[in-house]
């Protein structure tokens, strides 16, 4: 059966192949982009199941417009994707370089965004709605090697304990989850990244699409279902 999909900061990259792929797959997909790119405009003027709409979430004004249309399209969502985040690589700088006063930005996309997405979708989110939070390895308190990368560890790290707090909130009535896609060949993974975009997406979407079978919630996950610490 044809599922309701959202999809935030699906201009390009991983966002954008994940819409891409459940429209093939028949889903309603609703998209949230930034940035209007052709690729995207394409996606949703040649499929009558894609619905586009500009969405900056970073700012709860900018991104207010299109939850509400969301709302007014959908009465349930099946499979939500934060993907949407920001990596400056002029922050990755040792400290004794780095601007702190440039963090806030980046921990405000990447890790208030989703939450924006989550309040703002509430009423058509519900225990069988599956939540993907798109986090990063390199956020793992634990294990991470990461030694200039102040500014993208602390906003994912951030995502992280959101999506954990989020499910102590809802408990059972949630089905949130964390995943680090890989290292990708996109605009931010650079070309020389392990996997390629299409690839993390369909992992991504595997892993979504399989989400209650285990019961997973407030966990951290790789892209190919294996569980990661904190
Ligand atoms: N690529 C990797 O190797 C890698 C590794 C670990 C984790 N990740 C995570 O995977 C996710 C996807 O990354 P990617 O590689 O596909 O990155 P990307 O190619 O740089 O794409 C990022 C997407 O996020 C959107 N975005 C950024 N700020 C936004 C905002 N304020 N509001 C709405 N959309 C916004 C961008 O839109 P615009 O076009 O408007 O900028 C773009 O669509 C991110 O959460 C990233 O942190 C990626």
Redesign the pocket.
Known sequence: MAKTIVV?????????CIAQRHIQKGDSVHI????Q?EQVINLAKENANAFLYQ?????TQK?APALSQIKAAAAHIDILYN?????FEEDRKGLAELDIDRIPEMVN??AC?ALRVLKGLAPIIDEHTAIIN?????ACIGTTEEVALYS?TMS?AALNIATKVYHNEHGKKRNAVVV???????????PT?DLA?EYSAGKLIELAENLDKQDPSGLFFKYDGRLLPW
């Open positions: 935030s900061g699906a201009s390009r990259g991983i966002g954008f949230i982009a930034r940035t790119t969405g900056d979430v970073s700012d991104l993907v949407a985040a920001v990596f996309t990447n965004g798109v986090s990063s390895e390199a993208y994912k680090c896609p890989g290292w990708v060949r996109t605009d931010m993974g650079g990244a975009p």
